[in-house]
């Protein structure tokens, strides 16, 4: 068996072991074939084994009558891994299988239960063998001879490495040399990076002022708004009004000029957020600021600002009369409508 796993096998990932799941115990044949490849091949054969239980039925009636007594896969594998561990030396659990060797047979096809736990039973098998690392199949007179081999070349590597050491010596010099220098230049680092320290802690000071300046501008902005009577976003920093009432275009935009403001302009997703989260609440499509009523097929916003976001629903609408452009409450996508459909709006001061 020796030769024929060198010779003609050579190399594997796996030793399946199959035991007779309706048998409590290790049988002596397979205690010696054990034995025997515990001995020909070392500890480490071990890694690579898997147990595998035949006649191990599921039906239901079989699976039953397991867990009334006690014997369930659980009971089974730590039963077989305490055994192998008390007469082997085992330092690891190893893992199992249950595959009921009468599953494909015809009178079985037809329970489910049963096809169930055997294709289970089989991917399991097929993770568990991919995990493992393939290895050739050398027994230990094998590692024996190479190291009678490695012997024989250990009178050459004393030369090489008596010559290694004188190599190393000089290089060793070099080495004190350059250390000398690298201490030289730690010595002019330590002295930039004092530097440095000294202005990242000026940096910091200044960052400091900015971020109390920042929260300064923040808290004005929310008086302005709140002066004006006007909402204060905090993420978008835009002070905006919401005007329920449903109007045309041309009317929402002159309402909102009337309190010093525009209807509002988009300039990326957070504000967009913005305005799609106050159209979901009002349940209705919502008026922004952008329009072509100057040149069909040119939006621009009213507030003149530049229009560098877009979020259409699928191109840019073109065609037909003068279209203004609404924010869709179901999911915040623009869409161009006709400038005189009534819906509510956002002014933005």
Known sequence: MVHFLKDTVKTTNTFLLLFNGQQDRIDKSLQQMLRELQALF??????????????????????ARRNSTGKTETWKINDFNLALQD???IKKNLSAVFIDSYARKDFSLGDKTQQLYFETEMEKLWNLTNN??????????D??????????ENGQLKLDIQQLES???????????QQDSISKLNSELKEKEWKIQSQQDSISKLNSDLREKERTVESYKSNVCQSNSFNYDMGTGICYKIIKEPLSWDDARERCRGWNADLISIHSQQENNLVFSI??????????????????????W???SSVEYKNWHYQIPNGGRSKCVCVWYTDGIWDGHGCNYK???VCKL
């Not at 493992?132 to 007179?141: A, E, G």
């Not at 159209?279 to 600021?289: D, E, F, M, P, V």
């Open 42 to 63: 070392g500890e480490t054969i071990w890694l690579n084994i898997i147990l595998c239980f035949t006649f191990w039925p599921y039906d239901k009636t079989s699976i």
């Open 87 to 89: 007469k082997y030396g």
């Open 132 to 141: 493992f690392q393939s290895f050739p199949l050398r027994t230990i007179q």
């Open 143 to 152: 590692v024996l001879e190479e190291v009678y081999d490695l012997r024989g």
């Open 167 to 177: 190599d190393l010596k000089e290089k060793e010099r070099k080495i004190q040399s």
């Open 279 to 300: 159209a979901k609440r009002l349940g209705r499509q919502t008026w922004i600021g952008l329009n072509d009523q100057a040149q069909e097929g040119s939006f621009v």
């Open 302 to 304: 009213a507030d003149k």
């Open 343 to 345: 819906k509510p709006s």
